[in-house]
T-cell receptor, first 112, second 111 residues
Framework: SQTIHQWPATLVQPVGSPLSLECTVE??????LYWYRQAAGRGLQLLFY??????ISSEVPQNLSASRPQDRQFILSSKKLLLSDSGFYLC???????????FGPGTRLTVL | GQQLNQSPQSMFIQEGEDVSMNCTSS?????WLWYKQDPGEGPVLLIA?????ELTSNGRLTAQFGITRKDSFLNISASIPSDVGIYFC???????????FGQGTRLTINP
């Protein structure tokens, strides 16, 4: 069966510091991978998605970047965090034509 | 871009009551998905719908793919405390690699 991991689970970082969040998927090959951000009490905002190694599509111009160095690894990064980068970051994967997405447990990021 | 209008935004009900929520759009979708999110966790897929008119159940949950392919509803029968959470609808447009999400319905249950 497929599983998706995200780490860390929680993170508190100062403004201006770098960021690296990691997502890995097990039990499937060549998945589509997604990064979302969710503000408190709000909906899901798609940040990036990837249909293959090295292929990244950006949905919202911002202070973040994404990379996919391996088939089942997706990384979200920032060189300098802003207060507005605080939120709940979710990774998801999908395979097949129907695009049902399955989410990881999330990372709670607080920028102070 | 495409938008999904999900309603109601919030619901306050008594335990045992039935719940109904829906999503509508001006766009046609090929797939409708319903998710539930518990506090501090990622959304979990509840039901997936693939054909116009399709009616699918998962325990006390029932969802339907609208005939026009522009809407979907989710019903929960005989609500229990563990049904508390935020429910999201999501749609897939043919050929798209991403989902369009509704704004969510926050369900609160009074015991």
């Amino acid at each position: 069966s497929q599983t998706i991991h995200q780490w860390p689970a929680t993170l508190v970082q100062p403004v201006g510091s770098p960021l690296s969040l990691e997502c890995t998927v097990e039990g499937t090959s060549n998945p589509n991978l997604y990064w979302y951000r969710q503000a408190a009490g709000r909906g899901l905002q798609l940040l990036f998605y990837s249909v293959g190694i090295g292929q990244i599509s950006s949905e919202v111009p911002q202070n973040l970047s994404a990379s996919r160095p391996q088939d089942r690894q997706f990384i979200l990064s920032s060189k300098k965090l802003l207060l507005s980068d605080s939120g709940f970051y979710l990774c998801a994967w999908s395979v097949g034509v129907y695009n049902e997405q399955f989410f990881g447990p999330g990372t709670r990021l607080t920028v102070l | 871009g495409q938008q999904l209008n999900q309603s109601p935004q919030s619901m306050f009900i008594q335990e045992g009551e039935d719940v109904s929520m829906n999503c509508t759009s001006s766009s046609i979708f090929n797939t409708w998905l319903w998710y539930k999110q518990d506090p501090g966790e990622g959304p979990v897929l509840l039901i997936a719908l693939y054909k116009a008119g399709e009616l699918t159940s998962n325990g006390r949950l029932t969802a339907q793919f609208g005939i026009t392919r522009k809407d979907s509803f989710l019903n929960i029968s005989a609500s229990i405390p563990s049904d508390v959470g935020i429910y999201f609808c999501a749609g897939v447009i043919q050929g798209a690699q991403k989902l369009v999400f509704g704004q969510g319905t926050r369900l609160t249950i009074n015991p």
